[in-house]
T-cell receptor
């Protein structure tokens, strides 16, 4: 079954304790992305990746890191989490269609990770 | 920055009625997509309309796009209680590194 998986689904942690949220897709998609969703603010993009070893900042990258060592995985790293990073996080993937710089295709979303930083 | 803005923010209707949601955006786009999200769940793609298309149908969904007004609408006909969800429009811009930019969503409640 084609899917995007995220782990963990729920996480409660404390300020400053490094954490990683994993994301994996089995559709051989080039493009992957991380979003956070907050009430009243909708979905905002954190980082995205056009392909292996190619990552770029989205709209709200501060406090986050990503890596893309393999095509299927795109982990989100919070080196020193803070309470303002409490949010619902979504990973997504799609084919990279259009120009080499663009992803114009449908995105497939993971189930979400609800993170609480105390 | 938010590219798409949905209107209304919330919509409450009875089963069997039609639901219309609107989306406005600011810059030139490659395509516009509508997604649905059940409470606390991931987003599910509904329909994609390209900038050179004016209308598209998928089952009970009808999407229109007016690039001169930079707006789109999503119509759900003969709504069902199971259509209760939040609906988001998202745009893919035409310039530079194109990524998907979401609006804040319309929350639809369909009462039996």
């Amino acid at each position: 079954e084609a899917q995007v998986t995220q782990n963990p689904r729920y996480l409660i942690t404390v300020t400053g304790k490094k954490l990683t949220v994993t994301c994996s897709q089995n559709m051989n998609h080039e493009y992957m992305s991380w979003y956070r969703q907050d009430p009243g603010l909708g979905l905002r993009q954190i980082y995205y990746s056009m392909n292996v070893e190619v990552t770029d900042k989205g709209d709200v990258p501060e406090g986050y890191k990503v890596s893309r060592k393999e095509k299927r995985n795109f982990p989100l790293i919070l080196e020193s989490p803070s309470p303002n990073q409490t949010s619902l996080y979504f990973c997504a993937s799609s084919r990279r269609t259009g120009t080499p710089k663009s992803s114009t295709d449908t995105q497939y979303f993971g189930p979400g990770t609800r993170l609480t930083v105390l | 920055s938010q590219q798409g803005e949905e209107d209304p923010q919330a919509l409450s209707i009875q089963e069997g009625e039609n639901a219309t949601m609107n989306c406005s955006y600011k810059t030139s786009i490659n395509n516009l997509q509508w997604y649905r999200q059940n409470s606390g769940r991931g987003l599910v793609h509904l329909i994609l309309i390209r900038s050179n298309e004016r209308e598209k149908h998928s089952g009970r969904l009808r999407v229109t796009l007016d690039t001169s007004k930079k707006s789109s609408s999503l119509l759900i006909t003969a709504s069902r209680a199971a259509d209760t969800a939040s609906y988001f429009c998202a745009t893919v811009r035409n310039s530079g590194y194109s990524t998907l930019t979401f609006g804040k969503g319309t929350m639809l409640l369909v009462s039996p």
